[in-house]
T-cell receptor, first 116, second 115 residues
Framework: GAGVSQTPSNKVTEKGKYVELRCDPISGHTALYWYRQSLGQGPEFLIYFQGTGAADDSGLPNDRFFAVRPEGSVSTLKIQRTERGDSAVYLC??????????????FGPGTRLTVL | SQQGEEDPQALSIQEGENATMNCSYKTSINNLQWYRQNSGRGLVHLILIRSNEREKHSGRLRVTLDTSKKSSSLLITASRAADTASYFC???????????????FGKGITLSVRP
């Protein structure tokens, strides 16, 4: 089926604004991940969902960042009071299962967030 | 924080040559994976090697893992211009907790293959 999709592909916002980034995982994948990639760096883990619950949110940088996955499929990453340092590509990935299993994570194309 | 450290940071080779990229990591791992990224966007999974494996092949790719040295190498044979991309190693931590799923990436290697 279709791969992981993310919308929007690009988002430009002003400092202090609120943004929502959406991720549609591969159908049937129960695990969903958010990563953030700054210019010239590798992706950094933000949060991992198993089903509807956040199993690990240790990578969220502060309380301005929040993510939900209410029905265990689509996820939304929410950033309040955006700062210029939040500018990055936000990547979403999904896998068949999570936990200590060897399931491949499939990545979406990312959302490039620019905070002016 | 980033666990993997790839080297070299950039590599430029002629089409047809082999490309070797190295990755070192710090903690014990469950598995190590290599990803390719074009134009700073979507990551494509290339190959996964488990901690109890030493070598794995997939098409023109060969991956080795040395857990005693905490290092891995990715060899691309007979490179093509289309192999031009950034390559990342990523590790999955060795843990038995249910929350162990996050990949830790290195900073990446930029590979340029000249036609």
């Amino acid at each position: 089926g279709a791969g992981v999709s993310q919308t929007p592909s690009n988002k430009v916002t002003e400092k202090g604004k609120y943004v929502e980034l959406r991720c549609d995982p591969i159908s049937g994948h129960t695990a969903l991940y958010w990563y953030r990639q700054s210019l010239g760096q590798g992706p950094e883990f933000l949060i991992y969902f198993q089903g509807t619950g956040a199993a690990d949110d240790s990578g969220l940088p502060n309380d301005r960042f929040f993510a939900v996955r209410p029905e265990g499929s689509v996820s939304t990453l929410k950033i309040q009071r955006t700062e210029r340092g939040d500018s990055a590509v936000y990547l979403c990935a999904s896998s068949l299962r999570g936990g200590p299993y060897l399931y491949t994570q499939y990545f979406g194309p990312g959302t490039r967030l620019t905070v002016l | 924080s980033q666990q993997g450290e790839e080297d070299p940071q950039a590599l430029s080779i002629q089409e047809g040559e082999n490309a070797t990229m190295n990755c070192s990591y710090k903690t014990s791992i469950n598995n190590l994976q290599w990803y390719r990224q074009n134009s700073g966007r979507g990551l494509v999974h290339l190959i996964l090697i488990r901690s109890n494996e030493r070598e794995k092949h997939s098409g023109r790719l060969r991956v080795t893992l040395d857990t005693s040295k905490k290092s891995s190498s990715l060899l691309i044979t007979a490179s093509r211009a289309a192999d031009t991309a950034s390559y990342f190693c990523a590790t999955l931590k060795d843990s038995y907790t249910g929350a162990n799923s996050k990949l830790t990436f290195g900073k990446g290697i930029t590979l340029s293959v000249r036609p």
